[in-house]
């Protein structure tokens, strides 16, 4: 793979630097962009529905799941940076370059951080992407995407890899896709992003700096209202100086099976619903769990409903886990269910919604079954923008409030509850840490979690997103000695 990776690396820069001789829109926000929509990815599953996350109005968080071809017909270019989406390298453009790239300007602020009594932190991060697609005819791909993490502050610590990097191949990978007896089949090797179930279980991780991406394969095919993806992949282990130190982890694996049934768009009078069953395996030679570290291997067995009906937006989701970890068997269970209805018909009208999650806990400190729940590699933001929390031992019920009070900007705001499913388990964080001594102590209530984003789309390209938290800690992390704490973060984001 590394071989590979800093060849394909390695092109994409040379390709860059000479396209742009050759000249060449949305504000992105984390959920999408508003911009002329692209043509759609050539698929005869819903492309909506076929596993790489949402693309709104052309832009996707992946930017590989985009397609520009729109953008063959100079009519509909705009100005000279989308002439950059549709590069033809050949006279008739069957072989042609697709470019992109994001810089983001972000700032944290966050007291007590880690949730102990002392000097608050403040975060000056930056972020810089440049991505080059690839396609050779309508069958071969090649795509390859570069990025820089930068950091300064106060009271920083020692950075991640994934706030400080000099320089990462985020992704590099072949791909080869053809149509059999009208399933569409295809196979991707390399490093990619992989979101390809809940978001609450495998996510690329955008609040990162750098991204999370695996590397191995993945391959599916397609029918009208049926599909299936396979995948075996190993998880991008970073170093912070250069490409040469991003390995694949010879220490996790994650592969498994998604299948996915888009139901009849005529029922309850229209919608758009999608039932997405999964098994997964996650292999783990430096498993950790209240202080040991041995191998562990966990299945995934589950299933995830989602979609629209009319004004109702659902996103449920249940898994078991089983498996081993050392001596302990493994026996936990999540159970995700969102929903939003909107009051009105318009996309921009306010919404209304509530989420209630239950992922149990128990036996991470004790004898007995491991009941702690886990997941991949999620959304690690959903439960707290300070990353304080995550869907291990973890019960939350949160309403939430969306309003666009104008056109171009969406506020959120959003009340949680949280409490222990064990009380002889720990609190944990979303690196999957615990409080040190919540195991110890029998209250069950974690705390409650006030939450406010809001972003404004201030120009096609351009957006600033705003987020405010106050964890309002509980029994379970006072006694054992923690505390409080406010989270503030802005950033502005420029993309095409």
């Known amino acids: 793979m590394s071989y590979f990776a800093r060849a394909l690396g390695a092109t994409a820069l040379l390709t860059l630097a000479t396209a742009v001789q050759a000249q060449t829109s949305v504000a992105p926000t984390e959920s999408g962009q508003t911009r002329n929509p692209a043509m759609p990815t050539v698929t005869s599953y819903p492309s909506a529905a076929a596993g790489n996350g949402a693309t ?16 063959r017909d ?27 790239g994001e810089l983001r300007l972000r700032v944290n602020h966050t007291t007590n951080p880690n949730l102990r009594e002392v000097r608050a932190q403040r975060q000056d991060i930056n972020r810089i992407v440049g991505g080059a697609d690839l396609h050779v005819g309508p069958h071969v791909r090649a795509f390859a995407e570069i990025a820089h993490g930068g950091i300064s502050g106060v009271e920083l610590g020692a950075p991640a890899a994934t706030l400080r990097n000099d320089l990462v191949l985020q992704q590099a990978f072949v791909e080869g896709n053809a149509e059999i007896e009208g399933v569409a089949v295809g196979v991707r090797y390399g490093r990619q992003e992989f979101t390809d179930g809940p978001n609450l279980l495998v996510s690329q991780r955008d609040n990162n700096t750098i991204r999370y991406t695996l590397n191995g394969v993945r391959a599916w095919a397609r029918g009208s209202r049926v599909r299936a993806d396979l995948f075996d992949l190993k998880p991008t282990q970073y170093g912070d100086l250069g490409t040469d130190d991003d390995v694949s982890d010879p220490a996790r694996r994650f592969s498994g099976v998604t299948l996915g049934f888009a139901a009849p768009t005529g029922w309850f009078g229209g919608s758009k619903l999608y039932v997405d069953p999964f098994f997964w395996r996650r292999r783990n030679t430096v498993g950790a769990w209240g202080g040991r570290i041995g191998p562990a291997t966990r299945y995934f067995a589950g299933v995830h409903a989602w979609g629209d009906a009319g004004p109702l937006t659902i996103d449920w989701t249940v898994n078991h886990q089983y498996g081993t970890y050392i001596d302990q068997d493994i026996d936990a269970w999540q159970v995700f269910l969102a929903q939003t209805w909107r009051i ?81 388990d720990a609190v944990y964080r979303a690196n999957g840490q615990p409080f040190a001594g919540t195991q110890l102590i029998r209250d069950a209530k974690i705390g409650d979690v006030a939450r406010l984003q809001a972003i404004w789309s201030i120009t096609p390209r351009l957006s600033f997103t705003g987020r405010y938290e106050h964890l309002a800690a509980g029994p379970s992390l006072t006694r054992a000695g923690f505390k409080s704490s406010d989270f503030l973060a802005g950033w502005l984001s420029f993309r095409f």
Do not use: C
Request: charged share 20%; net charge neutral; proline share 6%.
């Open 74 to 100: 100079p009519a509909k270019r705009d100005d000279v940076l989308d002439r950059l989406k549709f590069l033809p390298l050949d006279g008739d453009g069957d072989v042609y370059l697709t470019l992109s």
């Open 344 to 424: 009105g018909k318009a996309k921009t009208a306010p919404r209304v919604g509530f989420h209630v999650d239950y992922a149990s806990g128990g036996g991470g400190y004790g004898d007995g079954k491991l009941r702690d729940a886990y997941a991949p590699f999620g959304n690690n933001i959903y439960y707290s923008y300070g990353l304080f929390l995550t869907p291990s031992n973890l019960i939350a019920v949160a309403p939430n409030l969306t309003v666009s009070p104008f056109r171009s900007v969406r506020v959120t705001a959003e009340y949680q509850l949280t409490w222990r499913d064990s009380t002889t």
């Open 56 to 71: 709104t109005n052309g832009f996707n968080l992946s930017r590989w799941a985009e397609d520009w071809r729109v953008m």
